[in-house]
């Protein structure tokens, strides 16, 4: 691999942005599944140090029914 395809590489990985928006797309349907959702759901992102913190807010008008099971 080249050098230019290493940081191409490596920007995907530390784009952030790029990174929460996927996963906001992915973690969507799901949230879908248990909740009847008010708003769009939110992914919030920084750096700690060395490290990435993610949030996910959902604001939900309702929790969907679960049939019979208890938790």
Known sequence: MNR???????????????????????ITPIARNFLLMSDELKVRYRRNGDKFVFSVEIEADRIKPFGSRLF
Do not use: G, H
Not at 12 to 22: G, Y
């Open 4 to 26: 230019i395809d290493e940081l191409l590489i490596r920007d995907k990985f530390t784009n952030l942005e790029s990174v929460a928006e996927v996963l906001k797309e992915e």
